[in-house]
């Protein structure tokens, strides 16, 4: 035997649209729906209000001056240990944790690698050779500092031998920027 399908629901569904569409039609069932309605109502309205208010944090502004005056002056500390040829005074510039990508060499991962790396890099300078820095870009947000910048390094007689790019990306640890990536290399195809 085939049972009818009814497109309205179950009997009791029906008798429910019967009745709300009954009661539309009918004003003293309004005014009973609209009795029901009203505190259902205020009570939403009541219960929306008694959230919290979205929290909204405000940032530290960041001084983009500022930050760039401490990078230039760290950058700037780091030249002079690396023309001093300090390996160790160089090395402050990194954290224990950094990555140093340096021309032509696999990732220098970690405070030793990046000191045997600095190491190298001096031992293959000629005497008298300083190098010098550029910052060319600084951006900021949080905790965290990009720079951009160039390298130059000139012979004891002041002649140009190698000018070069970098990128370096700081973290503020303790209230000090340090290095926790580089990467640099040379701007000629030699």
Known sequence: MAIPVNILGTVNQQNLLLNFMSCIFNLSCMKKLNLFIIPIAFCFFIFQSCQPAAVTEKKAELNMD????????????????????DVERAAKFYSSDAQSL?????????????????????????PGNTMAFVTTGVWAAGNYVTETGEITTKDKDGKVVYTGKYMTFFELRDGKYVCIRDIWNSSSSD
Do not use: Y
């Open 66 to 85: 500022s930050i760039k005056a401490k990078v230039i002056a760290i950058e700037a500390e780091l030249v002079a240990a690396s023309n001093a040829r």
């Open 102 to 126: 340096a021309n032509a060499e696999p990732t220098r991962v970690g405070i030793d690698a990046i000191k045997e790396g600095i190491k190298k890099d001096m031992a293959g300078e000629a």
